[in-house]
């Protein structure tokens, strides 16, 4: 893969992106995009040797003015529609703006994406529903009504009679009955002999619907969405409102990433887009749709069959979801088009569930930190505890909660696309094949590693055997985090990020490249395999992410006036899978007792999961939204300063005296000018 900064092709070769993985290259114009992906390494699946039968080879290309990537792609970006794809079409459908890859040829400046249903190592999107006590109150239960019958001598209509069976039997009082729902009712009691199943949902406003009509006493399929709508992957829960049981769990990637693969990319091509934000609002649409289609065929359910949804998202997905303009949270005061809790029709944002199928979507909580930061909160429930406690939920855009009994805060800090595998050289989004695990030992300086789908450590003799069908193919986040640390441990790293020699570490794995050093990690050439390497690059990238988790954290402690933390929460998809011993050794959290460090998994999934099963919890967290104080790196003017000091590894001021007594630090220095190793130990103060 080479960067864009050090293309040395002739100026008239196009430059082609491919998403998600963000890898690039120039190639002749001419060349197929099969072929410009396996020129360039891309994760791009054919089966039947590029003749377009297999259709493996679809990709998505993405027109339109791309500042993140320094290019604008014309449409003429690829050759027109040849037979071959205008056949395939013909009798098995593209989706729009869909091309083969094998049969559409570059011929300038292009950013294509490859969807999972594309890629030879399929996505482990890894969301799933954390197990914990949830009283099931939903928001929308059932309810069995035994309607008197029509008497001419005291003529009402059959809603009416049905109103006056849910008041006697229920209490339940003022419900409305869309009108659609008319018809099947009055069909209902014919077929019931005067008795039916409701299902009746209650809005937060106290306002209360039927959105289900059944004849008889029924049982019907009653299942609810609890989303965890990321900027990255979108993970959905589906759950029974009834029994509370998670049915089906599964995740795609954001389609948006296409479109920037952070939020600011995204505000950005809103702005520099006629109709750019629009087109991000169906794209997640479509591919809420989707997953719900896929859960419930895996339950063995129909769509029709969900009858709510929860959403948890940041403030600019929560935008684009909605419709609404992302551009005013580019920049101060980062207005907020509602902050409040919603509920709506699902048909109101394109969702194809039951026909009166309702939606919640959490409070927003400032304009940079969202309804996935609400739900941590409610899920994680700080507020309520005596230690002061840490929550981060790890993920392109970090959501940082600081707080106990006494007081709480929040903020949204940007670290990237790197610690999800991006923007690393051999990185990788998590899926077979990806090293996820890595060792080195600080004698030797050779590494070992687990991959993705296998349990046995590289150094295995089985190894071989059982990643046989998955190969090695990169490194994920958790691998490149851990990667670094380990690299640090073993004194191949210093302080400020840099990579030694081979004279200067004792291995020849540390090797040259350019006027810096790569550690290789593993060479899969001789076997037509990848070469593995942490280069001075990733090094940076993860540096930069980890700086920029650290620093919004360090506000927040700043806000509560403390040097310490008494426990650390990590949350996410990528924080559930993070060694918190790595993680500190990086630097991306505050020194702290190990022991004091724990993994909530998905806590945003989680309070998604407890607000869909839960009315009350509901009304809990729009209340806690009031209370918490918010925090806005963007116009702090300390985040600068404490992202600087979060650059070195662990840290340039704060001393973690906690750390050091347990794991060791080496202090080379490979500077151009050498050193003593006493640098970044000198000068020492609190952070």
């Excluded at 992106?17 to 994760?43: E, H, M, Y």
């Excluded at 299942?223 to 759950?239: E, M, N, P, Q, R």
Aim: aromatic share 4%; hydrophobic share 40%.
């Amino acid at each position: 893969m080479s960067d864009a900064s050090q293309d040395t092709s002739p100026a008239q070769d196009p430059l082609v992106i491919f998403t998600p993985s963000g890898k690039r290259g120039r190639v002749p114009s001419g060349t197929s995009v099969l072929a410009a992906a396996r020129q360039l390494g891309v994760d791009l699946d054919s089966v039947c040797g590029g003749r377009g039968v297999c259709s493996k080879c679809q990709v998505q290309p993405s027109f339109g003015d791309h500042s993140k990537h320094g290019i604008t792609a014309n449409a003429d970006a690829l050759t027109e529609f040849n037979a071959v794809e205008e056949r395939y079409d013909r009798v098995r459908g593209l989706k729009t703006g869909r091309r083969l890859g094998c049969q559409a040829c570059v011929t300038g400046d292009v950013v294509l994406d490859v969807p999972p249903e594309s890629q030879v190592h399929k996505q482990v999107v890894r969301k799933a529903a954390t197990t914990r006590h949830i009283e099931i109150d939903p928001a929308t239960r059932l309810y069995y009504v035994e309607v008197a019958e029509a008497d001419m001598h005291d003529p009402s209509g059959d809603w009416e009679r049905t109103e006056i069976a849910l008041k006697t039997q229920f209490d339940l009082d003022g419900i409305a009955l869309p009108f659609a729902l008319l018809a099947p009712l009055q069909k209902a009691l014919l077929d019931g002999k005067n008795t039916a199943t409701l299902a009746v949902h209650t809005a937060r406003a106290g306002a209360t619907k039927v959105v289900g009509v059944w004849p008889k006493f029924a049982e019907p399929n009653l299942y609810g969405l609890a989303v965890d709508l990321g900027s990255t992957t979108i993970a959905a829960h589906l759950t029974n409102l009834v029994t509370g049981e998670v049915k089906a769990s599964g995740g795609v990637m954001n389609p948006q990433i296409r479109f920037g693969e952070d939020l600011m990319s995204r505000v950005s091509y809103a702005m520099m887009n006629e109709g750019g934000a629009a087109d991000m609002t169906v794209a997640v649409r479509d591919a809420m749709n989707a997953l719900a289609a896929e859960l419930t065929a895996e339950a063995g359910l129909a769509v029709t069959d969900i009858f709510e949804t929860v959403f948890v998202m940041n403030p600019v997905m929560h935008h684009l979801l909605l419709g609404l303009d992302p551009i005013p949270l580019g920049q101060a005061p980062f207005a907020l088009a509602t902050s409040s809790a919603m509920d709506l029709e699902a048909s109101d944002i394109d969702l194809n569930f039951a026909p009166h199928a309702q939606v919640y979507i959490l409070p927003l909580i400032a304009g940079h930190v969202g309804a996935d930061a609400a739900a941590v909160a409610l899920s994680e429930a700080p507020q309520t505890v005596d230690p002061l406690t840490l929550i981060v939920d790890v993920g392109t855009n970090a959501e940082i909660i600081l707080g106990n009994k006494t007081r709480v805060l929040a903020c949204s800090s940007p670290t990237g696309p790197a610690f999800e595998g991006a923007q690393i050289s051999s990185g990788q989004r998590a899926a077979p094949g990806a090293i996820e695990r890595v060792e080195i030992d600080p004698v030797t300086k050779e590494p070992r590693f687990k991959v993705i789908g296998c349990d046995l450590w590289s150094t295995d003799s089985e190894f071989a055997v059982q990643t046989a069908t998955t190969g090695v193919s990169g490194i994920c986040g958790s691998g490149i985090i851990e990667a670094v640390a380990e690299m640090r441990m073993a004194g191949l790293l210093d302080a400020g990020g840099l990579i030694g020699s081979a004279e200067q570490t004792g291995t020849p794995r540390c090797r040259p490249t350019g006027r810096t050093h790569a550690y290789l990690v593993f060479d899969g050439s001789a076997d037509g395999g990848p070469v593995i390497e942490v280069t001075q690059g990733d090094i940076r990238a993860i540096q930069l992410a980890k700086s920029a988790l650290y620093a919004g954290a360090r506000l927040l402690m700043d806000e509560f006036g403390t040097d310490t933390v008494e426990r650390v929460v990590l949350a996410g998809a990528f924080g559930a899978h993070i060694s918190p011993k790595h993680a500190m050794v990086l630097g991306m959290i505050p020194d702290c007792p190990l022991e004091d460090v724990t993994s909530a998994g998905n806590a945003a999934g989680t309070g998604a999961q407890i607000a869909l099963l839960n009315v009350a919890a509901r009304r809990e967290v729009e209340a806690l939204v009031h209370v918490i104080t918010k925090v806005e790196t963007a116009i702090e003017p300390r985040f600068q300063e404490h992202f600087v000091a979060a650059n070195a590894i662990p840290h340039a001021t704060a001393p973690f005296d906690g750390l050091r007594a347990i794991v060791p630090l080496p202090e080379p220095s490979f500077n151009a000018g050498g050193g003593d190793g006493a640098r970044g130990r000198r000068g020492r103060r609190r952070g």
